[in-house]
């Protein structure tokens, strides 16, 4: 441990602690979030919506909240979502029923780091927002990486924290309230890829490049 990790310890975020966050955010989240989220989202469903053309159309989305994103797939893709916590997914259960979203097989209460999927089910994996929020995001990305076939599209958007400058103070002193907030407002590149992950693209994407879209080909 540093002694900059000793002056800002990380709360560590588990599972039920993720369910007790997603159950207070899901009413307000569209509210609260949706906007300031809303380009990263459009960004990476519309690099989805481009790599399927040669990747394939089978698209999963990890973390699918209130699916916010559903309505902006193509609708030859068969995308299924899923999400740990049930209050998030009803919401969005209730938006692909209100606006009849046809590319959307199936919403599901599932566990990231540990999915029901057999090897290579889908040709694209997406996370938006939600590598930074499961408990382990080097499970998630190996999760991803299986349940998806060699050659596929692995997406990320998120914000990662900065190296330095007054960003970087307000992230190591908030990553304390991370199972209030409900996500690690210092998490970092590297607490996802190794300096072995092959990635293909990253797009900085508004407001003030806040967030990155990160574009990986899954190595299987
Ligand atoms: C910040 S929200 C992002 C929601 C959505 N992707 C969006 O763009 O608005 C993070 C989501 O990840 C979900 N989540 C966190 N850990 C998870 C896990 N281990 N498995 C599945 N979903 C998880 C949360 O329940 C929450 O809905």
Redesign the pocket.
Same mark, same amino acid.
């Given at each position: 441990m540093s002694e900059g990790d000793r002056a800002h310890p990380r709360a560590a975020?588990d599972?039920a602690s993720?369910?007790d %966050?997603?159950r207070r955010?899901?009413g307000i989240?569209?509210v609260v979030?949706?906007g300031v989220?809303a380009p990263?989202?459009r960004r990476a469903v519309a690099a989805v919506n481009r790599l399927s053309q040669t990747a394939g159309r089978r698209v999963l989305?990890?973390?699918?909240?209130?699916?916010?994103?559903l309505p902006d797939y193509k609708p030859e893709l068969e995308v299924v979502g899923?999400?740990?916590?049930r209050d998030?997914?009803l919401k969005a259960k209730k938006r692909v029923a209100e606006e009849k979203l046809s590319a959307v097989h199936g919403l599901m209460e599932?566990?990231?780091?540990s999915m029901a999927f057999a090897d290579d089910s889908f040709d694209i994996a997406v %996370?938006?927002?939600?590598a930074?929020?499961?408990?382990d995001a080097k499970k998630?990305f190996a999760e991803m990486s299986r349940v998806v076939r060699p050659g596929g599209q692995l997406l990320f958007?998120n914000h990662f924290a900065a190296d330095d400058g007054f960003r970087w103070w307000l992230e190591r002193t908030t990553s304390p309230l991370a199972r209030i907030l409900?996500?690690h407002p210092d998490f970092k590149l590297s607490d996802i890829f190794t300096p072995e992950t092959q990635i293909e693209r990253m797009e900085a994407c508004p407001p003030i490049a806040l967030f990155t879209l990160v574009e990986v080909r899954n190595e299987g």
């Open positions: 975020l599972a993720v369910r %966050a997603y955010w899901a989240y569209d979030f949706g989220s990263g989202r989305e990890v973390g699918v909240g209130t699916g916010l994103a899923i999400d740990l916590s998030m997914l599932m566990d990231a780091e %996370a938006m927002y939600t930074s929020v499961v408990p998630l958007v409900g996500w």
